[in-house]
């Protein structure tokens, strides 16, 4: 059999573990796969726009926020069905990313004032919902619980694979190729026909939209939602780390990323707390020395597709 | 409105400002010759504030005293950094900068990672105040306690003695040719590599002295530093267009201003109130609207 095939093959089989874990599994391995999903989500959707266009973002939580809050709100208050709802959660930071689209995307950036702006962003509406009571100042609000633990496990996954999905299917597609076109050099690029504002615009817009669902189902899975939870720096930090560690602008280096950083998140965690998070940024500039394409780069054996991310 | 609030607002508005340029300032040096952000700027600011926390604690060596220890220790804690990680980013770039940019922006929030939860993991969350000449002063009506004045005092000679080193001494002079125009610098026979490794460890020796400074009228907490690169940022943007007493200008008025919110909005938008002035400010540049620092030398 092909490596190919070999890989096709393995893929199929993660995939039927993954159905039928809950039916063995137990509530903390059930959890903990869902936060797995959670992150590979996270992950996939900022690599879409930063590993892509080199758009580096530190607050990419602020759709999972939005998510959170769009899908509370539309339950509670608007009392509509848990499946719109969700739906809900997922569309309104994708509106969020069309008008703040419209204004950033319209210029060029530099790296770190991206980065810096982005972060801000994230702040600016946490600060923003815990001071406004319509959206329940700094408490937030109680969401009735989920029925059952596969409820989330199951969403979660599926988000995930959309996720991957749309991410195999833009690195395919002449929008990805007008993507990588921004990445390697943005001028000529609009010179070349790449209409840059429009991608960069829609691109903000599709890596939203998973963001918001994982947030609006992580939410309901907790059973509330408080403006620190939903709008925690460590998620959008944990995001970025992941996916540079995995190694970005490809389809399987985030994933990697999310995965084992998790496993590597649950078992340090059990130990030390803070102890994870110094691992963390060694691990992070060990990476960028050694690697700058990311895990994936490191074990080219593996056969996965890697492209030069870094200009 | 009450002529001494406005005054008590505005003092109290300039004692951070003048902490915010001297960050800024530290900032600044790093940018400037090299282009880069350095986002772990702030934790330096934190090692500085818990060195000067540590030796009262546990010596009982006054705060004063402990200025020009936090100095040094940054200092080289700086050129152990750059040796360590910033050197070999750069060399590793060549001459791409967006290369250079992503791989220090992740490299520098690596350092922050490190930096802010080895803090975590030794010394915990708990909040540290340092009580040093905390007693208020009255001087003619305006009350302020000695610490502060001593602050605002520190950060504007420290400011000018940055302005003169830059512009009269010949290290200061090659940081500053370095950063208006390297390719100019090199041909007139200035290793950018020792500048670059000086003038990091310089920024960063900065950051320990304003942290210090912050420690005697503010809370210590290892996660206290991201807000204040922020600040700093906000800072170095505006007042780097000119000089370095633009900085302190772009500093003093960021304080004052913060002040003036907090008191006018309600306590809970003080930080608000900086991200908002962030986001402007990048938007600003980005569309051409304000020159950034780019071209501009300190």
Known sequence: ?311 | MDLQIALQLTAFGLVWGGLYSLTALGLNLVYGVMKILNIAHGEFLMLGAYTTFWLLTLWGISPLLSLPVSILLLFAFGAVVHRLVVAPIVRQSGNSILRLEKGTLIVFFGVLMFVQNGALLLWKGDYRVVDYLSAPLNLGGLHMAGNRLLVLGISLLVTVALHFFLNYTFTGKAIRAISQDREAGLLMAIDAGRIGLVSFALGTAVAGLAGSLAALIYVITPTMGLLFTLKAFTVMVVGGLGSVLGTLAAGLFLGVAESWGAFLLGEGYRDAIDYVLLVLIILLISYGLLRGRERLAL
């Open chain 1, 1 to 311: 059999m092909s490596r190919r095939g070999l890989l096709t093959g393995a893929g199929w089989l993660v995939m039927g573990v993954l159905l039928l874990l809950p039916l063995r599994g137990s509530a903390y391995v059930l959890s903990f796969f869902l936060l797995i999903f959670m992150y590979v989500a996270m992950v996939e959707s900022w690599n879409l726009l930063s590993g892509y266009t080199g758009y580096f973002s530190l607050g990419h939580g602020l759709f999972f926020g939005i998510g959170a809050y769009a899908f509370a709100l539309s339950l509670i208050k608007g009392k509509f069905p848990p499946g719109v709802a969700l739906l809900v959660g997922g569309l309104a930071p994708v509106v969020v990313a069309f008008l703040l689209g419209f204004v950033l995307m319209r210029v060029r950036i530099r790296v770190a004032y991206f980065a810096v702006l982005t972060l801000g962003l994230n702040e600016i509406m946490k600060t923003a919902v815990a001071n406004s009571d319509a959206l329940g100042a700094s408490y937030g609000f109680t969401i009735p619980p989920v029925p059952h633990l596969a409820l989330p496990y199951y969403t979660l996954l599926f988000i995930a694979l959309g996720a991957i999905a749309t991410t195999i299917a833009i690195d395919r597609s002449r929008f990805g190729l007008g993507l990588r076109a921004i990445l390697e050099d943005e001028d000529v690029a609009q010179e070349t026909g790449v209409d840059t504002t429009r991608y960069k615009i829609l691109v903000f817009m599709v890596s939203a939209f998973f963001p918001g669902l994982a947030g609006g189902m992580i939410a309901w899975n907790w059973s509330y939602v408080d403006p620190y939870l939903a709008f925690d720096l460590i998620l959008s930090f944990n995001t970025a780390i992941m996916a540079v560690f995995g190694g970005v602008g490809t389809v399987w280096g985030p994933v990697v990323g999310a995965v084992v950083m998790s496993v590597l998140i649950e078992a340090l965690w059990i130990n030390l707390p803070h102890f994870q998070a110094v691992v963390f940024g060694i691990l992070l500039i060990l990476i960028v020395l050694v690697s700058p394409g990311g895990l994936t780069e490191l074990l080219p054996r593996l056969g996965l597709r890697r492209r030069s991310w870094q200009g």
